[in-house]
């Protein structure tokens, strides 16, 4: 999921009046492994000892990424500009100047760290942000629809997808997990060690993140399950340690569905907000030690369920995987399913009556890759056929208590409003490309992330004349704690063959050779990120650099030049998943679009969102076009095979 930090201040920066860049404390309910204080670094010791094997991030040198980042804004800008952005870098680079200044602290601070972005990518990218975590942080993850129908059904499909999670927790507390590679590399695994047992916390100008890790004498032994509204600790263990049957499972989710027939007030909603306002509510609600213990409850359980109420029949007009998207990426509002969640938690599963296997989670801890492996650990198996039946369990769930006062009440209603009209502007699509995948696109020896990501230039540039920056998210996990950088889409051979594909002189054969360059350029530039040489967490870096020593920030850094070029219209990640998974996630500026896709074997999935605010964008124009781009791709590809892209 991708996390464009420059674009997502300048949204931030239109709804709020500022943002906060001071360290300062949140309210810490418990001391656990988690930040030296809350908003700050993680230095916990993962199990995966294999971990400390691996390289550190390096600081590429600075002559590099400033080639680099002229090479890419190239495209992007007009001459006089373009001229511009040189003489800022000349004047940057310059020998003896600040430049070299900020390069050296920051390879200084590369030598005393074990990852020099970490802690500043996470207040940054996240903590920091005030912007509310649904649509604008959390991905939603939808799972292909099951068979089942009925709150029986429901309520045993979900007690088996809790037994699965656990067992899948046992591998991560027991660091028998197999290690994550990327061809002969072994890969950071310190994010799966963050998924489970982990809440965001919100405070003031920053939050903090709680981690309780398992394996240990106190470690969580309960998951929290919402269930209209209501909120309730359930002990997933029994008290030998044992896991509960998945029969013992689903008896306690009866009982818990029996004490929420009736709607309640829903707090969960409160996490929907405003960081700033959620923070003010928060500090509000752990002045009562009633509403102080259940707050610790939930940010200790191992994970979130939401049975929620059936959500198909809402929209008629839209296909039902978009309307299951928009569950899962935001619960439909807060007359359907919003209040049912605690966004702040890292991971949340949701099940409802009509076949929704779904989840979502708070990104500050994870990115979708190692959610995705949880995922398609537990989702084939609940394909399976598996007859369980209600099982004695001694110890009941215990219903989580809340006073609310007038003063919460008026903050639920307030935030249930806010959060209709964030959802009502969200446009958000399910589109599945049916004509081809993956494997085609490798019998015809293109990379088929790279062939996407063309295509969203080509669709992108038919549509508007012109070329837009991109984002598409990059993993850094070959190094220790790695987590994103970014690859830019848009070069200067995605351009040509664009502009190629508008003209009607130019043969198709020269279109095939623009296109096969297009794809070599995105194919090099998404090797040179994933081995630590991407420019855009490099330049921040410099910038932090700067701030941290109280160095004016470099006029290159802060110039409409940088600005304009890193205002992602386009934010994209592809996250795979063997078995059908979509993530989805909302657009990063006012006019951008988020896409979050999955290419599978023989079809492409898609979830395109826009803002219904901004009469530019339209995802289901932009669905339209893409397809015609892919087709139009393959049929050039198709003239001759050359090699591999």
């Known amino acids: 999921m991708p996390l464009p930090v420059l674009s997502r201040l300048s949204f931030a920066a239109k709804a709020t009046a500022r943002q906060r860049l001071l360290p300062v404390n949140s309210i810490v309910l418990k001391q656990c492994i988690s930040e030296k204080q809350p908003g ?93 975590v649904p649509i604008h942080v959390n991905p939603g993850i939808l799972m292909p629809t099951l068979s089942f129908r009925g709150s029986d059904e429901q309520l045993r499909y979900a007690a088996r997808l809790i037994a699965y999670v656990i067992e899948y927790k046992k591998m991560i507390d027991e660091a028998t997990l197999p290690i994550d590679r990327l061809g002969k590399s072994d890969l950071c695994m310190k994010q ?36 209209n509204g209501h909120i309730h600790s359930l002990d997933v263990y ?39 306002n959620w923070y003010k509510a928060y500090a509000h609600l752990v002045k009562d030690e009633t509403n102080r213990k259940s707050l610790e409850s939930i940010h200790q359980s191992i994970f979130v369920l939401c049975l929620d109420k059936s959500s198909v029949e809402v929209n008629q007009k839209a296909s039902r995987e978009t309307v299951l998207l928009n569950q899962v990426d935001h619960g439909g509002g807060s007359k359907r399913n919003s209040g049912n969640r605690w966004f702040d938690k890292i991971f949340q599963v949701i099940v409802s009556p009509d076949g929704l296997i779904g989840f979502n989670y708070e990104h500050s801890a994870a990115e979708g890759p190692p959610i995705l492996h949880l995922i398609d650990y537990c989702f084939p198996r609940l394909k399976e056929a598996v007859s369980i039946s209600s099982s004695v369990v001694e110890k009941d769930p215990k219903k989580l208590q809340f006073n609310i006062d007038g003063e919460t009440k008026q903050a639920i209603i307030a935030a249930s409003k806010s959060f209709d009209g964030l959802i009502n502007d969200l446009e958000l699509i399910y589109y599945e490309f049916p004509h081809f995948g993956k494997e085609t696109l490798k019998r015809l020896r293109s990379s088929p992330d790279a062939f996407i990501q063309v ?32 690859i830019r889409s848009c070069s200067s ?74 205002y992602w219209k386009i934010s994209t990640s592809q996250v795979p998943s063997k078995h059908g998974g979509l993530l989805c996630f909302g657009p990063v500026v006012p006019e951008g679009y988020g896409i979050c896709y999955n290419p599978m074997d023989n079809r492409l999935l898609f979830a395109i969102s826009t803002w219904r605010s901004c009469a530019e964008t339209d995802a289901e124009k932009f669905s339209s076009v893409l397809g015609q781009s892919l087709e139009d791709g393959k049929r050039l590809l198709e003239l001759g095979p050359t090699s591999k892209l």
Not at 197 to 221: A, E
């Open 40 to 132: 700050t670094s993680v230095l916990d010791s993962c199990p995966y000892s294999t971990m400390q094997n691996l390289p550190r991030l390096p600081v590429p040198p600075l002559s590099q990424t400033l080639q680099k980042f002229l090479i890419s804004v190239k495209p992007l800008l007009p001459l006089e500009k373009y001229k511009h952005a040189t003489e800022l870098v000349n004047k940057f680079i310059h020998p003896g100047g600040v430049g070299e200044k900020l390069q050296h602290l920051l390879e200084e601070r590369a030598k005393n760290t074990v990852n020099w972005l970490e802690e500043w990518w996470l207040n940054i990218a996240y903590l920091e942000y005030r912007l509310p």
């Open 192 to 227: 799966f060690y963050r998924i489970l047992g982990c809440c965001r916390i919100p405070g003031d100008k920053r939050d903090g993140v709680l981690i309780h890790p398992g394996g240990k004498p106190d470690s969580p032994r309960h998951i929290t399950v919402i269930c």
């Open 238 to 276: 029994e008290t030998n340690d044992r896991p509960l049957s998945a029969g013992q499972l689903y008896q306690q989710l009866q009982k818990i569905a029996n004490l929420s027939t009736e709607p309640t007030l829903p707090v969960g909603i409160l996490t929907s907000e405003h960081r700033d």
């Open 455 to 486: 295509a969203f230039q080509l669709a992108y540039y038919r549509i508007y004349g012109k070329p837009a920056p991109t984002y598409e998210s990059g993993s850094l996990r070959k190094f220790q704690h790695g987590r994103t950088d970014t």
């Open 493 to 566: 051979a995605s351009l040509a063959y664009c502009q190629a594909m508008a003209s009607s002189t130019v043969p198709p054969r020269d279109q095939a050779n623009l296109l096969r360059s297009a794809l070599a350029s995105h194919r090099s530039y998404t090797d040179q990120v994933i081995n630590g040489e991407g420019i855009d967490r490099h330049l921040l870096g410099l910038k932090f650099i700067a701030l941290e020593n109280k160095i004016e920030v470099p006029e290159l850094l802060r110039d409409e030049v940088h600005e304009m070029t890193t």
